[in-house]
């Protein structure tokens, strides 16, 4: 903390299943319960503790639910072993409902965005999906569609028909075309915005502004048909050189998508299967239709808000609270620096808390308490990373994201951990975080 700020700091977190407010304040020094107070106000929802030890300081926080004040007129005591290590903790009983709304799991879902919404670029405002492209927007199906094909591949509807014999077959013609067939995979089409968890999808020809690179936007090119002959060249000596050498192969997955304009990365490019362009959520804006009005503006969504929203849906389609967050469209050939490097290993220990911390309390909007997933996560080296990824028994699931986003995630949950009370940050090896979950509410 700086000379300028309070000598503590302080941590709530909503316990709805026992009906609580979990409050905690840690100060730097043991508790002198002469100069030190803590009140819930009337209203319920204020918490505020001050010291004076000669200089006053005073925090509020907003609770993550409304208390019950008590005969006491709110005052909170301060006793117990732990004010000596500078450590007070409370346990607050809940007055009235105390709902969670577990919905609105992902940022700007199909329905929430309007036809023919512009896209550009958030960082500079370049426009990447002209106003009036997009005709109408779609939610892709869930991670497990893959599965879900297979599935129905082996075990098709009950569609027959008779033959020229008098005897029922299954139409197979008929069933893939309506998706059921093996080969079946979700491509781009013009004029179609598709939405998942963490991208937009485009076809590439409603797109503009973009650069296209198989490593580095200093490598980009505005012409998707010359990398995509550099790739080919690098698949063909790919195979070359798996004939020599099996163990190597150097043909990237995907391309990496930057902004003409600020060479921001905004995106990748698929090649081996529906060959479209996704851009993150969180590095682009929706301009709505002039018909839109203005009440139907959103929030931004951050990169929190996208893992986050894609580690609930992994446990939800798994039932695997454990991840293994790795680069996506990486060589598969690992060089020896890649090998040795630390992968993030995330335990989802809550998909759905509110809290509210002092930490927080940077500008207005943040004083309103936060929905998150807390969560365990350390890092562990890259070889025991695909040790556990080609065990069979492994409930571990991976999740692939930039490397910039990942480095982002990791600054993110560095950040959340030290909101925390000291004695709260570690567990077993593992450090505490949180990650906050999409508010459409939020400024």
């Known amino acids: 903390m700086t000379s300028s700020s309070p000598p503590f700091q302080l941590y709530a977190e909503l316990l709805v299943n026992i009906r609580q407010v979990s409050v905690s304040a840690s100060f730097q020094g043991p508790v002198d319960t002469k100069k030190t ?242 851009l993150f959520k969180w590095q682009v804006d929706l301009r709505l239709g002039q018909t839109s009005a203005p009440e139907k503006v959103q929030a931004k969504p951050t990169i929190a808000d996208c893992v986050a929203a894609t580690l609930v849906a992994t446990i939800q389609r798994t039932g695997s609270s454990k991840s293994l967050v790795l680069p996506i469209y990486e060589l598969e050939e690992l060089s020896s620096e890649e090998s040795a490097e630390k992968v993030l290993q995330v335990w989802v220990l809550n998909s759905n808390i509110v809290y509210s911390a002092s930490g927080r309390l940077t500008d207005s909007s943040s004083q309103r308490p936060a929905r998150a997933i807390k969560l365990l996560y350390k890092y562990i080296p890259r070889k025991e990373a695909d040790a556990i990824l080609d065990n069979l028994n492994s409930d571990v699931q991976e999740i692939n994201l930039p490397r910039e986003t990942i480095g982002a995630v990791t600054e993110l949950l560095g950040t959340s951990t030290q909101l925390l009370p000291a004695r709260d940050r570690n567990f077993k090896g593992w450090k505490i975080g949180l990650l906050e979950r999409w508010d459409p509410t939020r400024l």
């Not at 969670?100 to 896209?119: E, I, M, N, R």
């Not at 968890?197 to 485009?202: G, I, M």
């Open 37 to 278: 107070t803590a009140q819930v106000l009337p209203d319920g929802v204020t918490l505020r503790v001050s010291v004076d030890n000669g200089k006053q300081h005073a925090v509020t926080l907003t609770l993550p639910g409304q208390v019950a004040v008590g005969a006491s007129g709110g005052q909170l005591p301060l006793q117990g072993p732990a004010l000596a290590s500078g450590y007070v903790a409370w346990r607050l009983p809940l007055a009235g409902q105390a709902g969670q709304d577990d919905s609105d799991l992902a940022p700007w879902s199909a329905p929430d965005l309007q036809p023919g919404s512009s896209v550009s670029c958030r960082g500079c405002n370049t426009s990447l999906v002209p106003s009036g492209r997009i005709h109408t927007w779609k939610d892709l199906p869930s991670d497990n569609w893959a599965e879900m094909m297979e599935f129905w591949h082996c075990h098709k509807p009950d569609v027959k028909k008779a033959d020229t014999n008098g005897k029922s077959v299954g139409d197979e013609k008929g069933l893939a075309d309506r998706g059921y067939g093996a080969n079946s995979i979700i491509s781009a089409e013009a004029g179609v915005g598709f939405v998942d968890l963490t991208t937009l999808l485009f076809s590439e020809s409603d797109c503009q502004g973009l650069l296209f690179s198989d490593s580095t936007a200093d490598k980009a090119s505005p012409s998707l048909d010359t990398i995509l002959e550099s790739v080919q060249k690098a698949v063909t000596g790919a195979a070359v050189a798996a004939a020599a050498a099996p163990n190597t192969l150097t043909a990237p997955r995907g391309l990496n998508i930057f902004c003409a304009s600020c060479r921001a990365q905004i995106g990748y490019f698929t090649l081996r299967r529906q060959q479209s362009v996704h």
